[in-house]
C-alpha cells in the first residue's frame, strides 16, 4: 500500500503555513518531529475530559487516566515487541533513560577497573552519562571508530570486548551520518562474552521497525517526541531480569512498596523506576502517536522515507562544493553536509528565511565533528510528511545560496 502524503500533511497543520512570506518546509525532524492532531487531540481531550493524577486516585478521573495511561505502556510493549509490560519504564526521554542505566546498572554492576564501550559516532547523550559513571567508578570508556563512510568498524570490536567489559552503549541510527548500524550483531557478539548491550534508538523509532527480541537488546531507549508524539516523555526499555536486578534511580512516591523510617521495600517492575507523578498528559497522547505509525504501516514508511533519502542525497550531490557525511549504503533519515567555502551558520540563515527549517552545528555529536575535523555543519532530516517537492524547494535554495555566498 502506498501512502497517501497530501492526507497525511492535513493530520499536521503546523506545516501548513507561511514563514517570512515564504511556504514552510520542516527539515528537522530528527531534532524534534511534529505533532499529528491525532496526538493534540488526545492531550487536550485529557484534559478537558477525565484528567487526574494516576494510580492513586479513588475517583472517576483517576481511574480514567490511569487506564490510558497503563494502556500505553501496552502499545509500547506491542510497538517493539517487548515480552512483557514490566519491561517498559517511562522517563523524560532518552537522555534520562540512559542516565537512569548508567546510574542504576552502574551502581550495580560497573566496579573500578571495568570497561564500557560506546561508538565515536554516539550523541553527547550516549557519552557523557558514561563518562560520569566511569569517574565515580574509576571505569574506563572505550570508543569503537567508523570510517569515513560512517560504517562502525565492528570487526574492531573483538578487540575492544575484554573480561573487564561490562556494557556496549551505541546507537541504532545516528543522528549526524544517519547511518543504520549492525546492532543484531554487535548485540550478538556482546552477548558472547556476557556483555550486556543498550542501543540508543531515538533516531530509529521513527523510520523503522523496531524487535526487541528479535535484536536481544538488554536495553533499548527512545524518546516520544522525535516520533510525532508529545516532548517531555521517553521509553527505557530492559530485560526484566536485569531491571530486576538494578537498584532504584530515583526516590519518592509510586516507586516504593511500603516506607518505615526503618528501611523502604521497593514497587514492583516497572514502577519502581518511576517515582514521582510522571508526564501522564504527554504519556497519553504518546499512544496515539505509536497508533499513527502503526497505522500508516510503519515498513510503508521506511520504504518512502528511503526514497526521500535517495532523491535527496542524488541532488544534493548535484551541488557544486557538497560534502556529505555519512555515506553509507546502510542509512535513514537525515543527510549532514557542508558547501566548501561557505559557513552551515550562514547556509541555515539563509534558509531559515527561505521558509526552510534545517539544524546547524555540532549536532550534540562533537567526535563526530572531530572525526571530520569540521567546527559546524548544516543536517536536514526527513519524516513522514515530507515530500519530493519540498526536496526540490530546498536545492533550488541552496543552489541560490551557493552563487550568492561562495
Ligand atoms: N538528538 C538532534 O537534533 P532527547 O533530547 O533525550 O530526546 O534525545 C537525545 C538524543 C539521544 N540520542 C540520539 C541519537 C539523538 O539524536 C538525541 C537527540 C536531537 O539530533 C537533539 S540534540
Avoid at 17 to 23: G, M, R
Avoid at 286 to 292: D, Q
Avoid at 306 to 326: D, F, R, S, V, W
Avoid at 377 to 404: G, P, Q
Wanted: with cysteine.
Amino acid at each position: 500500500m502506498t501512502l497517501d502524503i497530501s492526507k497525511i500533511r492535513n493530520d499536521f497543520p503546523i506545516l501548513n503555513q507561511q514563514v517570512y512570506n515564504k511556504p514552510l518546509v520542516y527539515l528537522d525532524s530528527a531534532a524534534s518531529s511534529q505533532k499529528p492532531l491525532q496526538v493534540l487531540k488526545k492531550e487536550e481531550q485529557l484534559h478537558l475530559e477525565y484528567y487526574g493524577n494516576i494510580h492513586r486516585g479513588a475517583h472517576f478521573l483517576a481511574d480514567k487516566a490511569t487506564v490510558e495511561f497503563e494502556g500505553v505502556r501496552d502499545l509500547v510493549q506491542d510497538f517493539i515487541n517487548a515480552s512483557s509490560r514490566e519491561e517498559i519504564v517511562f522517563t523524560k526521554g532518552t537522555t534520562e533513560s540512559i542516565n537512569l542505566v548508567a546510574s542504576s546498572f552502574g551502581d550495580a554492576f560497573v566496579t573500578e577497573g571495568d570497561e564500557i564501550i560506546i561508538s565515536e559516532m554516539e550523541h553527547h547523550a550516549n557519552i557523557v552519562p558514561w563518562q560520569l559513571l566511569a569517574q565515580r567508578k574509576g571505569a574506563t570508556i572505550k570508543v569503537l571508530p567508523f570510517l569515513d563512510s560512517g560504517e562502525l568498524q565492528i570487526e574492531k570490536l573483538d578487540e575492544l570486548i575484554t573480561e573487564k567489559t561490562k556494557l556496549i552503549s551505541v546507537a541504532h541510527v545516528s543522528n549526524v551520518l544517519g547511518t543504520v548500524n549492525p546492532i543484531k550483531k554487535i548485540i550478538k557478539q556482546a552477548h558472547e562474552s556476557g556483555v550486556k548491550v543498550l542501543i540508543d534508538g531515538a533516531q530509529a523509532v521513527k523510520h523503522m521497525a523496531v524487535d526487541v527480541l528479535d535484536l536481544d537488546a538488554d536495553f533499548y531507549v527512545f524518546s516520544a517526541h522525535k516520533m510525532y508524539g508529545p516532548n517531555g516523555v521517553g521509553v527505557l526499555y530492559g530485560k526484566k531480569e536485569i531491571l530486576e536486578q538494578m537498584p532504584p534511580y530515583q526516590g519518592g512516591g509510586e516507586m516504593i512498596s511500603e516506607v518505615k523510617f526503618g528501611g523502604t521495600t521497593f514497587n514492583e517492575l516497572p514502577y519502581k523506576f518511576e517515582a514521582g507523578t510522571p508526564n501522564i498528559s504527554s504519556v497519553i497522547a504518546f499512544g496515539e502517536a505509536i497508533k499513527y505509525l502503526q497505522n500508516l504501516g510503519i515498513k510503508e514508511v521506511t520504504a518512502y522515507e528511503n526514497k526521500l533519502l535517495g532523491y535527496a542525497t542524488e541532488k544534493l550531490q548535484q551541488i557544486p562544493g557538497m560534502i556529505i557525511y555519512g555515506t553509507h549504503h546502510c542509512k535513514t533519515g537525515v543527510i549532514t553536509f557542508n558547501i566548501d567555502g561557505i559557513h552551515s551558520f550562514d547556509l541555515g540563515t539563509m534558509l531559515d528565511k527561505m521558509g526552510i527549517a534545517v539544524r546547524t552545528g555540532r549536532l550534540c555529536a562533537d567526535p563526530v565533528m572531530d572525526h571530520y575535523k569540521v567546527q559546524s555543519t548544516v543536517r536536514i532530516s526527513f519524516a513522514v510528511y515530507n515530500t519530493t517537492e519540498e526536496v526540490d524547494i530546498f536545492v533550488e535554495a541552496l543552489k541560490k545560496l551557493v552563487v550568492m555566498l561562495a
